[in-house]
């Protein structure tokens, strides 16, 4: 069975500090698919990132970063330099392969940024 | 580009009323189709998911059933609303070809059964 675990429920910050949202992952299959989504105040989910399990490369896109690693099956998210529009909750999912192409998300994780 | 929609926004149903809640996408043909439920301050919730036409798929026993009669519509539907069934309803789509595996969503219907 595939499980994601976000054990961070809330996290506040400063505005221009960094943060890392912190997400785990369980599956045996060895083709899977992670994402991070944003759910802001207006509550659509915007898609941010996919990363196949064949790619460990870390990604970088502006002051958004993510960490992949296999070996401690974590899919890290960190946002440099936040700013309050950041604020939303955020989403950490897992995909297998499979052609119903089914997300299990994460709680989610809550980051408010203060002015 | 592709779209999706959804409607109503918002809706406030008694207990007992009927429900139906539709998504159409655009811009895209034969797309894997998808309901959820996320609960005030809580995640989401996978309800159906639809690979095709008249071909659904029920992930959790409910008050609540899924039609998709056209390739970019699914309806979501319920015969007696509960008050659990109040949450904000979203539907996504997704591709499965060219190894597109994200899903995308809708903006969302906020439900509220009284």
């Known amino acids: 069975a595939q499980k994601v675990t976000q054990a961070q429920t809330e996290i506040s910050v400063v505005e221009k500090e960094d943060v890392t949202l912190d997400c785990v992952y369980e599956?045996?299959?060895?083709?899977?698919?992670l994402f991070w989504y944003k759910q802001p105040p207006s509550g659509e989910l915007v898609f941010l990132i996919r990363?196949?399990?064949?790619?460990?490369q870390n990604e970088i896109s502006g002051r958004y970063s993510w960490n992949f690693q296999k070996s401690t099956s974590s899919f890290n998210f960190t946002i440099t330099a936040s700013q309050v529009v950041d604020s939303a909750v955020y989403f950490c999912?897992?995909?297998?392969?499979?052609?119903?192409?089914?997300?299990?998300f994460g709680s989610g994780t809550r980051l408010s940024i203060r002015p | 580009s592709q779209t999706i929609h959804q409607w109503p926004a918002t809706l406030v149903q008694p207990v007992g009323s009927p429900l139906s809640l539709e998504c159409t996408v655009e811009?895209?043909?034969?797309?894997?189709l998808y309901w959820y439920r996320q609960a005030a301050g809580r995640g989401l919730q996978l309800l159906f998911y639809s690979i095709g036409i008249d071909q659904i798929s029920s992930e959790v026993p409910q008050n609540l059933s899924a039609s998709r009669p056209q390739d970019r519509q699914f309806i979501l539907s319920s015969k007696k609303l509960l008050l659990s069934d109040s949450g904000f309803y979203l539907c996504?789509?997704?591709?499965?070809?060219?190894?597109?595996?994200?899903?995308?969503f809708g903006p969302g219907t906020r439900l509220t059964v009284t």
């Open positions: 811009g895209t043909s034969n797309p894997n």
């Open positions: 999912a897992l995909s297998v392969h499979s052609s119903a192409s089914k997300i299990i």
């Open positions: 996504a789509w997704s591709v499965y070809r060219d190894k597109v595996k994200e899903q995308y």
């Open positions: 990363r196949n399990s064949f790619d460990e």
């Open positions: 599956t045996r299959d060895t083709t899977y698919y």
